[in-house]
């Protein structure tokens, strides 16, 4: 399994009774790297990771991950486990609805592969709707 932690935002919140911040374990294969990118929190040293997380990742016997999962098996995972109201506001179909804007540890997922950008344990993954009504 590994363990990330998913933050809505922008209004998405809402389809998630309102909590922003879920610590979530996630179905999980071995690590191979071969043909995915790895959008690491080392490559982004300034990446903060709340200050609540710090005091988990603190207390808990954390070693290297050897398992890891894709942005795809992330919104996999919310739509079977998560979202139980208005998944139209979330997916097209299986595909994330455009106008959703997703960070891994606050690196744009474009810069990753998109739908096959690896996600490992401690990862900071945040869909942020861009969308406003008017």
Not at 17 to 44: F, T, Y
Request: charged residues 25%; neutral net charge; proline residues 6%.
């Amino acid at each position: 399994m590994v363990w990330v932690y998913l933050q809505f935002s922008g209004g998405l919140e809402t389809l998630f009774d309102n909590v922003k911040s879920h610590k979530v374990d996630i179905p999980s294969k071995k690590a191979d790297r071969v043909g995915s990118q790895r959008i690491s929190p080392l490559s982004n040293p300034s990446t903060p990771v709340p200050s609540t997380w710090k005091e988990t990742l603190s207390k808990e016997n954390v070693s290297p991950c050897f398992e890891q999962t894709t942005v795809n098996g992330v919104i996999s995972y919310i739509q079977k486990k998560m979202l139980k109201k208005q998944p139209e506001m979330f997916l097209k179909g299986k595909e994330l609805r455009p106008g959703i804007l997703v960070l891994i540890n606050d690196i744009d997922w474009e810069l990753g592969g998109k739908e096959e950008c690896i996600v490992e344990s401690n990862d900071v993954v945040l869909f942020l709707s861009t969308l406003h009504g008017g």
